[in-house]
């Protein structure tokens, strides 16, 4: 038996029987902790089995022919050319954002400073975040069914950005074009 396990198990008995106002005396609680210690142990294990049956698993593929190494992981696609390294700033800065970004469905870098990303942002204040921190130039910002395109850069790197569903945060199309979120289209009604 894990003796740190009994302890803790004690004190957090000791700790309930006092909340509850529960009558029991010190040698009760610590039988109670040292019988139970064992199911404890059994629940965190399997509760630990059952976390890493479900643990998303990263696999990769090379399609030589169409020169790209394609990896997924928990709903992300990275694609990156097979003649790219992977210590080139696009390459860095594509695996930076998708450990840091649950926004992020793809990543796909064709050329050491080129960086194509697509992104899923659930508020339109995620959507303004990425524009910013990609310095997305303001009111260059085009839609096309049900996705937004923008050009940024960060450092050397030119990243083409695609927000899936973007459009339908930017409902308000006045007023994402006064914040500077959608570029000007045609003329004013008249």
């Keep these: 038996m894990s ?50 049956e479900t643990a998303p698993i990263s696999y990769g593929v090379v399609d030589e022919q169409a020169g790209v190494h394609t990896t997924r992981y ?21 695996a930076q954002l998708r450990a840091a970004q649950p926004d992020i469905v793809a990543t796909t870098v064709p050329a050491p400073t080129y960086l194509w990303l697509v992104v899923r942002p659930q508020t339109r204040l995620a ?3 990425w524009l910013e921190r990609l310095h997305v130039v303001e009111g260059t910002v085009t839609t096309q069914d049900n996705a937004a395109y923008a050009t940024g850069t960060v450092g050397d790197v030119a990243v083409e950005l695609q927000g899936l569903e973007v459009p339908m945060l930017l ?20």
């Design 127 to 129: 959507w303004t975040t």
């Design 74 to 94: 928990a709903g992300c696609t990275a694609r990156i050319g097979v003649d790219v390294d992977t210590d080139s700033p696009a390459a860095q800065l594509a």
């Design 3 to 52: 003796r740190a396990l009994q302890h803790e198990l004690h004190a957090y008995l000791e700790l309930a029987a006092q909340m509850l106002d529960l009558p029991l005396p010190g040698k009760d609680l610590e039988r109670l902790a040292v019988e139970l210690t064992p199911a404890v142990k059994a629940l965190i294990a399997e509760a630990t089995e059952a976390q890493a």
């Design 171 to 190: 409902v308000d199309e006045s007023a994402a074009r006064l914040t500077g979120l959608l570029a000007e289209s045609g003329e004013a009604p008249a």
